[in-house]
């Protein structure tokens, strides 16, 4: 078996701390925050099976428009996503995730009724808790069916989501 060659950048100094960015030659496969950076490089390495080789020059295009969404200068992203790296259930409920328009919200229970698969929310929960693709695949935009903020991995937890979704102006309640 070839080993996939990712490329790794980084992009310090946004509101919500450095993040970490890892690319293949098929789009963006994770974006992680510097303090996980191990964690990241696990996931490259062990679950991936890739060879991994720091490289700003293609991670550039990922990383401007991460840093103008942040700064509120962009509301969706142009660059392709590495879709091949997530798991059949995981892809398949993430790619509805994806298409989560800035600044709305949807429930983990649409989200799996959405895929055809009404009463699996706690698998789409599970699914959105390990994305590998935070911000650019809004699982901040995935809330409880009570209309609360339910669990969020990244940055500092659920005040991240918050500020993400009051930066997207979202109703929330």
């Not at 950048?9 to 946004?14: I, Q, R």
């Not at 098929?26 to 080789?53: F, N």
Request: charged letters at 25%; glycine letters at 10%; hydrophobic letters at 35%.
């Amino acid at each position: 078996m070839t080993s996939r060659k990712i490329y790794l950048g980084e992009l310090n100094g946004t509101p919500l701390g450095d993040l970490r960015l890892a690319a293949s030659d098929l789009g963006l496969v994770a974006i992680e925050w510097a303090d996980s950076q191990p964690k990241l490089l696990a996931y490259l390495l062990h679950r991936l099976k890739a060879t991994v080789e720091e490289s700003q020059k293609h991670t550039h295009p990922y990383t401007k428009e991460l840093s103008d969404y942040l700064k509120g200068k962009r509301r969706d992203f142009s660059f392709a996503i590495d879709w091949s790296t997530l798991r059949p259930f995981q892809r398949e409920a993430l790619k509805v995730v994806y298409e989560i328009p800035y600044g709305e919200t949807r429930t983990y229970a649409d989200i799996a009724a959405q895929i055809g698969r009404p009463h699996a929310y706690r698998a789409v929960g599970r699914a959105n808790a390990t994305n590998p693709m935070p911000l650019v695949i809004p699982c901040h935009r995935v809330i409880g069916r009570d209309g609360g903020l339910h669990g969020y991995g990244g940055g500092d937890g659920l005040p991240t989501k918050e500020w993400l979704l009051k930066m997207e102006g979202a109703v929330m309640t």
